[in-house]
């Protein structure tokens, strides 16, 4: 029971630096979901191409 306060004193202060780092968070998700959703739609159109022309 001696190291309970410590232990919740850590814990505290490791979710304040979790809580301070998640502002930074938009400035690489965003741009990393524009990436992905590009490549989507990059993929997508080369499929529909593909398909268009093994129909005719």
Excluded: Q, W
């Excluded at 998700?29 to 022309?53: D, Q, R």
Aim: proline share 4%; charged share 15%; aromatic share 22%.
């Amino acid at each position: 029971m001696l190291c309970y306060p410590y232990t919740s004193y850590f814990i505290r202060c490791y979710a304040i630096g979790l809580g301070a780092m998640t502002g930074y968070l938009d400035y690489a998700l965003i741009p990393v979901l524009a990436v992905f959703l590009g490549l989507t739609f990059y993929a997508y159109s080369k499929y529909e191409k593909s398909h268009k022309n093994k129909e005719m």
